[in-house]
């Protein structure tokens, strides 16, 4: 209950803090996706490229992924406001513990959706058709930064 009333008095910040870190992230992906593609599509061939999944085993890239996903302060905050708002704290252990499978089993599905989508679609995705799509995400970023900042004094 308490890291809910401390979310809900916080909102203005935290708002504004996400809104100017979405735009951060939306100016910076835009010039990367622009600028250092062109680059590197230009001066270094694509055999020279090793493919980074092939580097690392599948228990290091899972445990660095987790550790970061773990460590990301938005993950640990949204997860803290969801089980406060359903009210975790009036439960028994064995409703909770089904809760925190549900939300590991939920995000598992999700991952391995995701990566397996972009594992098929990889190889037939050109570096043209990558730039844009950076593109595309970095206008998404500015649109929701701008309409996060935008809704605080609105």
């Given at each position: 209950?308490?890291?809910?009333?401390?979310?809900?008095?916080?909102?203005?910040?935290?708002?504004?803090?996400?809104?100017?870190?979405?735009?951060?992230?939306?100016?910076?992906?835009?010039?990367?996706?622009?600028?250092?593609?062109?680059?590197?599509?230009?001066?270094?061939?694509?055999?020279?490229?090793?493919?980074?999944?092939?580097?690392?085993?599948?228990?290091?890239?899972?445990?660095s992924t987790l550790l970061l996903t773990l460590t990301n302060p938005i993950t640990i905050l949204s997860f803290?406001?969801?089980?406060?708002?359903?009210?975790?704290?009036?439960?028994?252990?064995?409703?909770?513990?089904?809760?925190?499978?549900?939300?590991?089993?939920?995000?598992?599905?999700?991952?391995?959706?995701?990566?397996?989508?972009?594992?098929?679609?990889?190889?037939?995705?050109?570096?043209?058709?990558?730039?844009?799509?950076?593109?595309?995400?970095?206008?998404?970023?500015?649109?929701?930064?701008?309409?996060?900042?935008?809704?605080?004094?609105?």
């Amino acid at each position: 209950m308490a890291v809910s009333q401390f979310l809900v008095a916080q909102q203005f910040w935290l708002q504004l803090g996400g809104g100017t870190f979405l735009i951060y992230l939306g100016i910076v992906t835009l010039g990367e996706a622009f600028m250092q593609q062109s680059y590197f599509a230009e001066n270094i061939p694509q055999e020279a490229c090793p493919d980074p999944a092939f580097g690392a085993s599948l228990l290091t890239a899972y445990g660095s992924t987790l550790l970061l996903t773990l460590t990301n302060p938005i993950t640990i905050l949204s997860f803290a406001a969801i089980f406060a708002g359903v009210g975790m704290a009036a439960t028994n252990w064995f409703d909770s513990g089904l809760l925190v499978m549900g939300v590991f089993s939920g995000s598992a599905c999700w991952w391995l959706l995701l990566c397996s989508g972009v594992s098929l679609l990889r190889r037939h995705i050109t570096t043209d058709q990558l730039r844009w799509i950076s593109g595309g995400s970095a206008g998404i970023l500015l649109v929701f930064g701008i309409s996060a900042i935008a809704n605080l004094f609105s």
